[in-house]
């Protein structure tokens, strides 16, 4: 029943604004035809198993479920490009440009942005003042990846640790159950300096989960880092039907800076081995390399070839490795930190599980297990998930903080789980500040409302979720138009004077997410305000002081 209730509900179906579409016909046949099937397996339940009709009606539905079989197989499996980046940005302001670390010139475009920072300028007027008006960093990333089509779709901060991810405005209400946390590992627990920033969320029906790190420094902590990471792992969970855990996610990604450094080689053979390239050298002694032969959980995680320069540590402003003389107690000159790869990025698919043994019979021969067995793999394989590393390297040309950015960008390859929108909203006529404006928007799959979900009115390009010119609550002047179809209205005194175009979104307060966006729209510049003289420069005035 439940392959029968997913083939249905996953299948695209057409868009559509009009009232008696196609879209909404399609919607009510299909909950028609559940309802149908429900009743069937009711009267399955109710009917003798020695009944030829029970006979009849068990082999329909053994073939209806072989026809689910071979569309879930013939299904499309989609190629996504995730780019990510970490950087520890040692408490600088950020460049003038990113462009060149997040290729934005590139032909191949990335579906998502993932951009883990550590140690962000966190001092305590300047901190509060980013929790306020976001920090100087998340400024950059968005004006820069905004009139590119992507939206920010969450982001944690915890003191100097911050994690931003960005879509394209096309996957936005399909990256939904969006949940954060964080764990505090700097003095003893109680500090923020050190730890975890954590966003997991579904994409496309898949679970992912991204785990920006900052563990402890320096040479003799290695088996420290562990220790942290392991605690990060079993003190993070996240809401659901039962406690979800950072491994329960079909793919997590660690990354940050993770601090682990390279043993025993001094500094004159490292540095060597960087001028002439020969990294592979280095890596036998790399403190992580190290550890995950040691640490059953880190084997899990992969972790493409290290082909690129250490990181850390570099004079400002240049590709200098360390070359100042550190000043150690009592005015005695301290030892020049060797080169190291600190800043990684790190994946882990969750492994296959085994077939629960209660799946088989006592009587059942090999061949019959192995059916059994096949029968199960082709289950998980229904809706599979891939990863393949693109790129793996670091940024040389950023100078200012003593480590260089890492990125690795990803190909997902994954068949979607559903791929329409939980709401379809339209702007009903024609919308300018001179009149109230209706929006009518319908459910197209159940979801868990509430009547703190609203819609918001955006200017095409926005930045984030929080970028609304204006809202309404679903609640607020609410009018059923049918079972499907509801009304709300947007105040004319909230509508922008000088008219934009704009786009409308729907915001599911329980998912912490983006369900539904409308098509693009014009919003018409005030008639009123043109007769009575306005200058451009008080529309503008007007607007922001409505926008606000």
Not at 356 to 375: I, S
Not at 451 to 468: H, M, N
Request: charge should be negative.
């Amino acid at each position: 029943m439940e392959e029968i209730t997913e083939h249905f509900s996953t299948k695209a179906r057409p868009r559509s604004d009009s009232v008696n579409s196609t879209g909404t016909q399609s919607t009510g046949s299909r909950m028609l035809l559940r309802q149908r099937l429900t009743m069937l397996m009711t009267c399955m339940d109710d009917l003798n198993s020695k009944d030829r009709v029970h006979a009849q009606v068990s082999k329909t539905l053994d073939e209806v479920f072989e026809i689910c079989g071979q569309k879930a197989q013939q299904r499309q499996k989609d190629q996504f490009r995730l780019y990510m980046v970490t950087w520890n940005v040692a408490t600088a302001e950020p460049p003038e440009d990113v462009s060149s670390l997040l290729q934005l010139h590139s032909s191949k475009k990335a579906d998502l942005y993932v951009i883990g920072l550590q140690e962000v300028r966190a001092a305590p007027l300047k901190f509060v003042t980013d929790l306020a008006f976001d920090d100087s960093w998340s400024h950059l990333f968005m004006n820069m990846l905004a009139p590119l089509g992507y939206i920010k779709v969450s982001s944690i901060r915890m003191q100097g640790l911050l994690l931003l991810i960005f879509s394209k405005l096309e996957h936005v209400p399909f990256v939904r159950d969006i949940q954060v946390t964080y764990t505090r590992t700097g003095i003893f627990g109680y500090w923020g300096n050190k730890g975890a920033v954590t966003i997991r969320l579904s994409f496309y029906g898949h679970l992912m989960c991204f785990l920006n790190c900052h563990l402890a420094a320096h040479m003799n902590y290695a088996s420290e880092r562990v220790d942290e990471f392991e605690y990060i792992l079993e003190s993070q969970t996240f809401q659901g039907k039962k406690p979800v855990s950072v491994l329960d996610h079909k793919i997590v990604f660690w990354f940050g800076d993770l601090n682990f450094r390279v043993e025993d080689h001094g500094m004159h053979f490292i540095r060597n081995c960087i001028t002439s390239q020969n990294f592979n050298l280095l890596w036998s002694k790399d403190q992580l390399t190290i550890m995950k032969k040691k640490v059953p959980k880190l084997q899990e995680f992969e972790e493409g070839p290290l082909d690129f320069q250490p990181t850390y540590k570099f004079d400002l402003n240049s590709e200098t490795y360390d070359s100042r003389v550190q000043k150690a107690w009592f005015g005695l000159n301290g030892k020049k930190r060797k080169p190291a790869w600190c800043d990684r990025i790190l994946w882990r698919i969750k492994p296959r599980q085994p077939p629960p043994e209660d799946v088989f019979e006592e009587d059942d021969d090999d061949t019959v297990k192995e059916k059994k067995k096949q029968l199960l793999e082709d289950l998980m394989e229904k809706y599979p998930l891939k990863v393949k590393q693109d790129l793996y390297t670091s940024k040389m040309e950023y100078g200012v903080s003593d480590h260089k950015p890492v990125i690795g960008v990803f190909t997902l390859e994954l068949r979607k789980m559903y791929d329409i929108p939980l709401v379809r909203l339209c702007a009903e006529g024609d919308w300018s500040a001179d009149l109230d404006a209706m929006v009518t928007y319908s459910p197209l799959q159940p979801f868990p409302s509430s009547a703190w979900d609203w819609i918001g009115l955006y200017k095409v390009g926005f930045r984030s979720i929080s970028d609304y010119i204006t809202y309404t609550w679903v609640k607020d002047d609410q009018v059923a138009f049918n079972d499907e179809r509801i009304q709300v209205y947007v105040s004319k005194e909230e509508i922008p004077v000088r008219g934009a175009e704009c786009v409308l979104c729907y915001y599911s307060s329980n998912l912490q997410c983006i369900v539904g966006i409308s098509e693009p729209f014009k919003v018409h510049e005030s008639r009123a305000a043109i007769e009575e003289g306005l200058l451009p420069e008080n529309i503008n005035g007007l607007d922001q002081t409505v926008a606000s």
